[in-house]
């Protein structure tokens, strides 16, 4: 059972530079997230989507952008990047929207110079 | 203001040695409280969660308590393993807005 799986895990860019981070769910859950994890700080939600075909902003949502490309698949979008972005970033999903249980992926380590 | 604190920030203990981790918030109205563990390197996994209803939750060497009308619940870990070297998270969720208030973790290193 694969759960959640994030590509990729880690990634350098230059300030300027965009990428996207891919993030699938086999459980056919109805909604996933996306968060931030920064040093002495919580994990930061940054979009979400409660279920297919819908995208919400979360807490830090400035300088990304998400796809919900179908209901297994949820995309985040860095235009350009910049160093306060740099951080590890978790996908995770849940059965329904404010489910008391997330599923987390493994993780990308992101980099920006 | 909806808030999650963990005490301590760290802890270093000795295999073979118990320890208790702290989790104190503000989170109103209060639906749950879940308690994850994350590994190096790796994503948060859920070890219990806890409802308004229970006082206490065991899973293995795992014991969770929550008392609602202080806002508190700890984390007891019972007979430390090497394994258990991890960071320990506490999420809280509202019974509206359906949102997760996370705290900042506390980093559990146990020696040999």
């Known amino acids: 059972n694969a759960g959640v799986t994030q590509t990729p895990k880690f990634q350098v860019l230059k300030t300027g530079q965009s990428m996207t981070l891919q993030c699938a769910q086999d459980m056919n859950h109805n909604s996933m997230y996306w968060y931030r994890q920064d040093p002495g700080m919580g994990l930061r939600l940054i979009y979400y989507?409660?279920?297919?075909?819908?995208?919400d902003k979360g807490e830090v949502p400035n300088g990304y952008n998400v796809s919900r490309l179908n209901k297994r698949e949820f995309s985040l979008r860095l235009e350009s990047a910049a160093p306060s972005q740099t951080s590890v970033y978790f996908c995770a999903s849940s059965a329904t929207f404010g489910a008391n249980v997330l599923t987390f992926g493994a993780g990308s380590r992101l980099t920006v110079l | 203001k909806n808030q999650v604190e963990q005490s301590p920030q760290s802890l270093i203990i000795l295999e073979g040695k118990n320890c208790t981790l702290q989790c104190n918030y503000t989170v109103s109205p209060f639906s749950n409280l879940r308690w994850y563990k994350q590994d190096t390197g790796r994503g948060p996994v859920s070890l219990t969660i806890m409802t308004f209803s229970e006082n206490t939750k065991s899973n293995g060497r795992y014991t969770a308590t929550l008392d609602a009308d202080t806002k508190q619940s700890s984390l007891h870990i019972t007979a430390s393993q090497l394994s258990d070297s991890a960071s320990y998270i506490c999420?809280?969720?509202?019974?509206?807005?359906?949102?997760?208030?996370f705290g900042t973790g506390t980093s559990l290193t146990v020696i040999p």
């Open positions: 999420v809280v969720s509202r019974y509206t807005g359906n949102q997760f208030y």
């Open positions: 989507s409660a279920s297919e075909g819908t995208t």
